[in-house]
């Protein structure tokens, strides 16, 4: 049986690369329950240092199967074990935003639905100027899961979140681009090589910073007061001059050097 989702380590970067070619990556329950199980193992891996996200084939993922829901997939579930199944599914979508370390997208050919949803939560995206975005749920009578409603509305803003997810229009890497759904677009074929590059960046940072700046943002992001935001600003900045990695950039900087850092 093929090996549903790929993971290689290279000094620290995790890839992770859905592996259902012949399908352009549409999610199945395996393939789910290995993204959620290898994200949830990736956030607390201290060997982990930043995740890339990526499918095989020349496509990022087109969401759920949906020929496998026409054919009756899941349906002998009640829809109460139904809802509990997606909630559990969707979990992967909040390791990668949640993760106390860097998560990239590289998005190559279609990001639609589910698939789209898990880009969005990653922190970068990289995308090809001739990629294909779509929410795509309201195309097949679904209203969308896997965390897109929350990210859109998040980068982009309520206005154009339900633009996207009622009308939902194909966009191209370049439009995707100029809206600031994307990180950054480059011509097809170097998308894997422009986002390993940033991601072998971000593995090679100050690991434990760069999770306490996430964890900055998020509470910012999920609504925290300026004086809740202050407390944590305060809590971690203090934290971050403690670790070996702020005292090594402190010594580069008087040695005109670049720092080295271990993430610890």
Do not use: W
């Amino acid at each position: 049986m093929t090996e549903l989702l790929k993971r290689e380590m290279r000094d620290g970067l995790l890839i992770l690369t859905l592996n259902r070619p012949e399908r352009r990556n549409a999610l199945t329950p395996e393939m789910i329950d290995a993204l959620r199980d290898a994200t949830a193992e990736a956030a607390h891996d201290p060997k982990v240092r930043a995740v890339l996200l990526t499918g095989a084939g020349g496509h990022f993922c087109v969401g759920g199967d949906v020929k496998g829901m026409n054919e009756g997939q899941g349906r002998t579930m009640s829809v109460g074990e139904r809802i509990q199944n997606l909630r559990d599914h969707m979990s992967a979508s909040r390791h990668l935003h949640e993760m106390p370390k860097p998560t990239i997208a590289a998005i190559e050919g279609s990001a639609a639905g589910a698939g789209l949803s898990l880009a969005l939560a990653c922190d970068f995206r990289i995308c090809a100027t001739d990629a294909k975005l779509i929410t795509a749920f309201a195309k097949v009578g679904l209203s969308g899961d896997f965390g897109g409603t929350y990210f859109l509305s998040q980068i982009l803003g309520s206005a154009k979140a339900r633009e996207l997810y009622l009308l939902s229009p194909l966009l191209s890497g370049i439009q995707a681009a100029e809206i600031g759904l994307v990180t950054r677009t480059v011509e097809a074929g170097e998308v894997i090589q422009e986002a390993t590059a940033l991601a072998t960046e971000l593995a090679a940072g100050p690991t434990v910073t760069l999770g306490r700046i996430k964890q900055n943002l998020a509470l910012a992001e999920g609504g925290g007061s300026l004086a809740e935001c202050f407390d944590q600003e305060a809590l971690n900045h203090v934290l971050c001059a403690l670790t070996n990695d702020h005292k090594e950039a402190a010594v580069a900087f008087v040695e005109k050097r670049k720092p080295v850092f271990t993430g610890s």
